[in-house]
């Protein structure tokens, strides 16, 4: 069996919340060994699956470290389910959904995208992909085998796109 190599290396910078049962700390992933320091990254901040009532605290930490806080969030359930996810203004938009759902909504995550041409697109991406769990956001969500809106991805894009065949029906 191959050893795997490390890309990263996890440094934690510092403790921003905690209970009794969860902490949380932010920090920054370190290129590995061997890895060129320029390579450029798709996120700028990332953060799975925290518990709501760390909102406030790492709203202020990101706002601390960037004047940018806009990007794409999820809300989960208990289970850790994705149930309503879109792209805004990460902690304003988790709040009010909070607010709307408190017994539902445990958990939060969220992504703010370096380019921010690219945004659209993975909020499109992630809502699709969670599909029929998204049962408290239905805008971009699909289920079954409905097809979305291509038009939901940035201008530019090649895509493929299954279509029904027009005319009559054949037996």
Request: net charge positive; with cysteine; proline share 4%.
């Amino acid at each position: 069996m191959k050893a795997q190599k490390k890309t990263s290396t996890k440094n934690v910078e510092t403790k921003i919340w905690s209970d009794v049962d969860w902490s949380v700390v932010g920090g920054r992933l370190v290129p590995g060994p061997g890895r060129p320091q320029k390579v450029s990254h798709l996120f700028r901040f990332v953060g799975e699956k925290l518990p709501f009532e760390c909102l406030k605290e790492v709203s202020d930490y990101v706002r601390s470290k960037s004047d940018d806080l806009e990007g794409v969030y999820i809300a989960h359930d208990s289970m850790g389910v994705a149930r309503y996810g879109g792209r805004g203004d990460i902690f304003t938009r988790l709040a009010s959904h909070k607010r709307k759902y408190p017994k539902e909504l445990l958990y939060f995550s969220f992504f703010i995208i370096e380019n921010k041409n690219h945004e659209r697109e993975i909020e499109t991406a992630l809502l699709r992909a969670a599909g029929s769990q998204m049962i408290l956001n239905q805008r971009k969500v699909r289920t079954g085998l409905a097809i979305g809106n291509i038009r939901d991805y940035e201008p530019g894009t090649r895509f493929l796109e299954r279509q029904g065949v027009r005319g009559r029906k054949r037996k």
